[in-house]
Each structure stands twice: as C-alpha cells, then as structure tokens.
C-alpha cells in the first residue's frame, strides 16, 4: 500500500468510527481525533465500548477479540488495530 | 401408552426478597468506586442480601408456599419440584428433597437444575413438558440463589452486582395453551467467562465477555422464542429477561426494537443480579403489581454461566 493510500484508508476509517461512536454514544464527530482517549476524553465506559467494537467488526467484516480491546485506547489505536485486521 | 398432548400453563407466582436491603454507598467505598459509578454501569440502585439465618432453601420454601397459595393447588397434589439454584452451600445434597419435605410436597419427586442464571427458563420448560406428557401433574418450580456469601466484597467488578432471593411458578394442566415451547442455546467455547470455585467458594466473572455474548445472541434467540408462540415481538405484553444487568437489558430491547407498550422488567435496579431466581421473581412484581394480567403473553429469556441461555413465552397466570 502506497503513503497516500494508507493516509486516504485512515481517514476514512477515522470517519466511519465517527459514525460509530455517534449512533452508539452520541460522540459528537469533531471530538473523534486519532488522540482522543475512548474513556479519558470520549467518556465510553468499558461496556459502551464492547458495543462499539461490535458495530466495528460489522461494518468493517473483521474480529477483535478481547485481547485486542485490552490495549486500544485511543481512536488511533483502533483505526491502527482495523487498518491492520484489513490489510 | 396415551399419546394424547395436555395444554399447560402458568397457575400461580411466588417471591420472597430478603427485608435486608443493601444500597450501593458502603459497597462503593470498600471498592474505591462510588454510587453514581455503578448505577451507570449496572442500573443497580440496592439488593437484597439474605441473612444467616435465610438459606438457598428457606427462600425457596418461603416463595414455593406462596406460589401454591396463589394456585391453589394443594402440597400434596405437586407431583414434582424442581428448583433451580447454584449456590447451595455444596455439591450435595440438592435443596429441591427439602423443599418438597417442608411445604409437604409428600408425593412429589424433587431434582435441583443447574443452568445457573438460565436456570429457572430451562427449569420452567422441563416442568411443562412433563405436564404436557401427563408425567407429572402440577410442578412447582423455584429458582433460589443466596450468592452473596460467594461474592468478594473488594472485587470492583462483581461486588455490587449479585443479590439474594427466590421465585416460583406452579405449572399444571390448563383449557388454553400458556407456555411455549423453548428455544436454547450455549456457547461452551466461553465456559470459563463466570465460574464459582474454590474454598470458600469465589464467584468470578468475564463482564466484558458476557455482555458481548448477551447483546450479540440473545435478541436472535428472544425472536426464535416469539416465533415458537407465534407473536410478533411487538405483541407481547411484557419482557422478563434475566435480570442481570440493566445495560444489557436495555440494548436487546433496542435489539428487538421492543414499543414503548411492551413492558421491561427492570426489578435489577431494586435486587441486583439474582441469578436462576431473577426471572420468576421479576414476573412476581409485574403481576403482583398488576402491570401483567391474566391471559396476557410474557417473553421470558434466561441466560448467564455457561455459557447457556432459554427461552419461552408464557401466559400470564
């Protein structure tokens, strides 16, 4: 995957987990910035973010397991985490 | 041998509630957390802990009594008890022989079931399917739980969840068909997700795990349930989920896209988690309070340790 690609891939990324977190937490889309921690600055507790994780791998047809959730949190770690479920 | 199919239904409910009430304040404290911390994550405001001198069976008795009084089906006339439990003080004896001795249950077999929280949904079925089949005449059936005992008091996770408490159900012959026929399912690949083990004996839980499972499977299955009763998941009147987590319940409601008119119980908020006893006691306070009434259609769906879950829909006694 070319720089660009891979620069174009996590925006988009960044924007549907956006989306994600407003229909499940009702984030607001300006707060969602790859250093955003999901409980310090987004206030998702430890069962909202089972249910974004959840809407995650729907829409994007991959898995993280629960160990995975163990070290994601902030917005960057997840898009790293999808990118790399993706590749 | 007859061939011949009885209809079944629900004849009487039960409850009892420990009068010891627990509120979240001197549990938040011991855990570094605090009211408004568990309220958000739990629904839970306070819970009933039993007393010393208030057993897994003298609940079960206590509750058992009140659903054959609402019956009015005799002792002598239970052809079978079956309690669902897993927190009797050890492996055995079970608590069902007992139970049946003391209300006087005299021709009656007794066995306990063990499907922890999903105990008294796969209980209930059991019970109707020996009505249906003429085994039995009237069952009594009782999920009672005293699990605070098992519950450590500084673990941040489970401390302010679990309460004690029992309910029953007497389950006989009936003219109209009340009770669906169930619909389970398991995923034994998590078995290791909530266990109780060790001397004494610890209670310990996976949540995250758990509420990933509940929210993802169990709307399927509460769907599969209605189809077996042929309703519509609108059309019922009430929900009685397991009561084990007030965000749990919320999010399959939203699942199953549930109206405003179809009634959720919500008794978790008033007794925690009370395991195998939390669905019939929730159906107690719906009836007692007479939000459900006689002939109206209740989806019940019992699901927890396992992991195992069941479901069916029955019509109010």
């Known amino acids: ?87 | 041998m007859s061939s011949t199919l009885r209809n079944v239904g629900l004849l009487g409910l039960g409850s009892h509630r420990p009068a010891n009430r627990v509120d979240n304040h001197g549990i938040a404290e011991r855990t570094a957390s605090s009211d408004e911390w568990i309220r958000e994550r739990s629904g839970i405001v306070t819970r009933g802990v039993a007393g010393e001198d208030e057993s897994t069976v003298d609940m079960a008795v206590s509750a058992g009594g009140k659903a054959l009084a609402a019956a009015g089906v005799p002792a002598e006339a239970v052809s079978l008890v079956l309690m669902a439990t897993c927190s009797m003080p050890g492996p055995l004896p079970g608590g069902s022989p007992e139970v049946a001795h003391r209300l006087g249950a005299r021709h009656a077999g007794a066995s306990d079931i063990g499907a922890g929280c999903a105990g008294f949904t796969y209980a209930l079925s059991m019970a109707a399917d020996a009505v249906r089949c003429s085994s039995a005449d009237y069952v009594l059936v009782i999920g009672s739980e005293k699990l605070t005992p098992m519950v450590d008091p500084d673990d941040r996770a489970t401390a302010f969840l679990f309460g004690d408490g029992a309910g029953a159900a007497v389950v006989g012959p009936t003219a109209a068909d009340g009770i669906s026929r169930v619909v389970w399912a398991h995923d034994g690949e998590q078995h290791d997700m909530l266990t109780i083990h060790g001397s004494p004996s610890r209670l310990a839980m996976n949540g995250r795990a758990i509420y990933r499972w509940a929210t993802t499977s169990l709307p399927d299955l509460a769907r599969r349930a209605c189809e077996q009763a042929g309703i519509e998941p609108h059309d019922l009147v009430a929900f009685v989920p397991h009561q084990a987590n007030l965000r749990i319940t919320e999010s399959v409601v939203k699942s199953l896209g549930l109206p405003a008119s179809v009634v959720v119980a919500r008794d978790v908020v008033d007794s925690g988690n009370t395991s195998a006893a939390s669905v019939p006691i929730a159906l107690t306070r719906l009836h007692e309070e007479g939000t459900i009434r006689q002939g109206d259609p209740v989806l019940l769906l019992g699901f927890g340790a396992g992991l195992t879950a069941a479901g069916q829909v029955v019509r109010c006694p």
């Open chain 1, 1 to 87: 995957m070319t720089a660009s690609a891979d620069t174009a891939s996590r925006t988009e990324l960044i924007t549907g987990l956006a989306e994600v977190l407003h229909e499940v937490a009702g984030t607001p889309a300006d707060k969602v910035v790859p250093e955003a921690g999901f409980e310090a600055d987004l206030d998702i507790d430890s069962l909202t973010m089972v249910e974004v994780v959840v809407a995650c791998e729907e829409r994007w047809d991959v898995r993280i397991p629960d160990e995975a959730l163990e070290g994601m949190r902030t917005v960057g770690d997840a898009v790293d985490y999808i990118a790399g479920a993706r590749a």
